[in-house]
């Protein structure tokens, strides 16, 4: 069950760094989001501040050890939200740049499956399939490691993309 936490707390730690890169980047993965055509400029301006925000909340909560299953829910209807939007994104544009992360990734299936599988670990924290556990210390050593889950999800991504793009010069 631990694993299913470590899981979610990573597609938290995703979400802020996706808004922190955002910021840094100055707009650039805003200016992707509305090169798909896909949504009206005002659900974009609204939606960036939304995902880094549920990702701090539901870090935060699980730092101070908080049952915030409400937080959970919306961070799992925020990454279902996202992966539909993707899936969308690779039916309607193909494999354009994303901007989940970056202005370059490709939208590609693994990133779907990968937002799906947030969601649904985020879903069964908010169903209650466990609480953060009471010594403050083992909350607190849960968050390096769902860094280092969400740095191999992000890494497993660039690597597909990286072999599919050269898969595509190749034909």
């Known amino acids: 069950m631990i694993l299913i936490a470590d899981v979610a707390l990573a597609g938290a730690v995703l979400l802020v760094v996706a808004g922190a890169r955002h910021l840094a980047r100055a707009g650039a993965v805003t200016r992707v989001i509305r090169e798909h055509g896909l949504l009206p400029g005002w659900v974009v301006r609204c939606a960036v501040p939304v995902g880094p925000l549920l990702g701090l909340a539901v870090l935060a909560g699980w730092a101070v050890g ?3 299953r409400y937080v959970w829910a919306a961070a799992a209807a925020w990454q279902a939200a996202l992966a539909g939007y993707l899936a969308i ?7 354009v740049p994303c901007g989940c992360l970056d202005a370059e990734t490709r939208v590609s299936p693994l990133k779907i499956a990968v937002g799906v599988l947030w969601s649904v670990a985020s879903a069964a924290m908010a169903g209650g399939a466990l609480t953060p556990p009471p010594d403050v210390l083992a909350r607190l050593l849960h968050l390096p490691l769902a860094g280092f889950v969400a740095l191999l999800a992000v890494v497993a991504e660039k690597a597909a993309d990286l072999v599919g793009t050269s898969r595509d010069r190749g034909r």
Not at 89 to 95: C, S
């Open 66 to 68: 908080a049952d915030f």
């Open 89 to 95: 994104l690779l039916r309607v544009r193909g494999r």
